[in-house]
């Protein structure tokens, strides 16, 4: 079994600060790729960032200059350093993994958090 853990989400000011983690665990070979996403009730999920097990990162246009992805590779564990909220981020953020279990015979699988909400207001 893998899981996807999310916290660090809340509300806060805008122009304020919020930091997301989000550890794997269980029976996992390989984590190829993590990420985040999030959805607005009645809209679809969307990409916010994705960092491959080499570090190289991808950003959607509305958080460039403002989000940071990192991963620990040792702790299993994806973060998303979130600076200059605003409104519009306020968001059900989820962690996104492509993860290869141990039982799956080096098949990956995509797998999910189960959302952490971030409210962006005064």
């Known amino acids: 079994q893998v899981q996807l853990v999310e916290s660090g989400g809340g509300l806060v000011q805008p122009g304020g600060s919020l930091r997301l983690s989000c550890a794997a665990s269980?029976?996992?070979?390989?984590?190829?790729?993590m990420g985040w996403y999030r959805q607005v009730p009645g809209k679809e999920r969307e990409l916010v960032a994705t960092?491959?097990?080499?570090?190289?990162?991808n950003y959607a246009d509305s958080v460039k200059d403002r989000f940071t992805i990192s991963r620990d590779n040792a702790k299993n564990t994806v973060y998303l350093q979130m600076n200059s909220l605003k409104p519009e981020d306020t968001a059900v953020y989820y962690c996104?993994?492509?993860?290869?279990?141990?039982?799956?015979?080096?098949?990956?699988?995509?797998?999910w958090g189960q959302g952490t909400q971030v409210t962006v207001s005064s």
């Open positions: 996104n993994a492509l993860i290869t279990p141990i039982a799956a015979k080096f098949v990956p699988y995509t797998y």
């Open positions: 269980g029976s996992i070979f390989s984590i190829i790729n």
């Open positions: 960092i491959t097990s080499g570090g190289s990162t």
